[in-house]
C-alpha cells in the first residue's frame, strides 16, 4: 500500500537526514534473516523516538513490544549512560533476537527485556521495586487491541509529564471504517478517544505517509 515515491522520499530523507548507524541496520536485517514480520518503526520515526527521549530529558523508558529491538536502540541511544529502557515481548524468539541486537549496538547495559503477555508484565512492574520510579516516556507499538489498556498502565506507571507515544493510529483509515480490521481498528479507536477524554492526558495525533503506507501516531503528555 506504501507508493513508490512515499517510499522514494523516505529512503532519501533516511540516508541524507536521519542517518542510522550501522547497528540499526543490522538490526532491520537480524528481523527480515529470522523471517520476523518487517514491522518496525521506520527510520525516520525511530530517530524522531530518540529525539523525543533526548528533548524530554528521560531517563527510564518503557516500551510495549520489543520486535527485533529496533525501536528500543533508536530510544536507548537517546539516554544517558545511566538510564533504562524496559521493554515488554513476548515472544522469545523476537526477545532473543532483539536481546543480541542490543548488545550488539552498545547500549545493551541499559536494556532490559520482560519476556511474557505485556499486560502481565506491566502488573507486576508496577510492584517491582527494582523499577526505580516512574517511566518518564513510553513508547505503546505492541498488540493494538489493548492500546487503551495499555495507554492506562503508562498513566499509572508514568507522573505528571511523562510523555506516551503510541504508533499506529490511523492503520490505513481504518479508524473510520472498523469492518477493514474488526480486531485492531476498535482497539486503536478506543485509545484515540481515552487520549481526547480522559483528564489525565492531553494529546495529539499526527498522520503519516512512507514504508509503513498510510499510517501515523499519537503523542500524550501526562497532565
Ligand atoms: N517497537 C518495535 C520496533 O519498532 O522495532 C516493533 C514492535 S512490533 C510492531 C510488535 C511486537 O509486539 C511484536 O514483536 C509482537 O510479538 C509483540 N507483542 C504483540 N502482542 C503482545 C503482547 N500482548 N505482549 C507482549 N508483546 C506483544
Known amino acids: 500500500k506504501a507508493q513508490p515515491g512515499w517510499v522514494a522520499v523516505e529512503e ?3 540516508n541524507a537526514v536521519v542517518r542510522p548507524n550501522a547497528a540499526l541496520k543490522h538490526a532491520v536485517q537480524s528481523a527480515l534473516d529470522a523471517g520476523m514480520p518487517p514491522i518496525e518503526v521506520a527510520p525516520n520515526a525511530g530517530k524522531l523516538l530518540k529525539m523525543l527521549v ?3 530529558g528521560a531517563r ?3 516500551e510495549v513490544g520489543t520486535l527485533a529491538g529496533f525501536s528500543a536502540i533508536w530510544m536507548a541511544q537517546g539516554l544517558p549512560d545511566d538510564g533504562r529502557l524496559v521493554t515488554c515481548e513476548y515472544l522469545p524468539k523476537h526477545a532473543e533476537i532483539a536481546r543480541a541486537n542490543v548488545d550488539m549496538a552498545g547500549i545493551g547495559h541499559k536494556v532490559d527485556i520482560r519476556i511474557g503477555p505485556a499486560l502481565e508484565t506491566l502488573a507486576a512492574l508496577a510492584e517491582d521495586p527494582t523499577r526505580d520510579g516512574p517511566f518518564d516516556f513510553v513508547f505503546i507499538d505492541a498488540d493494538k487491541e489493548n492500546d487503551s489498556n495499555y495507554l492506562d498502565w503508562a498513566i499509572r506507571l508514568g507522573r505528571p509529564g511523562t510523555v506516551i507515544v503510541m504508533d499506529n493510529v490511523i ?8 469492518s477493514m480490521d474488526e480486531v485492531n481498528a476498535p482497539g486503536i479507536v478506543g485509545a484515540l478517544e481515552m487520549m481526547g477524554k480522559d483528564p489525565r492526558l492531553d494529546a495529539t495525533a499526527i498522520q503519516t505517509v512512507g514504508s509503513k503506507g498510510w499510517d501515523g501516531f499519537a503523542i500524550a503528555r501526562v497532565v
Not at 171 to 178: C, K, S, T
Open 171 to 178: 492503520w490505513e483509515g481504518a479508524i473510520l471504517d472498523p
Open 12 to 14: 532519501y530523507l533516511s
Open 60 to 62: 527510564r523508558v518503557l
Open 54 to 56: 533526548q528533548l524530554s
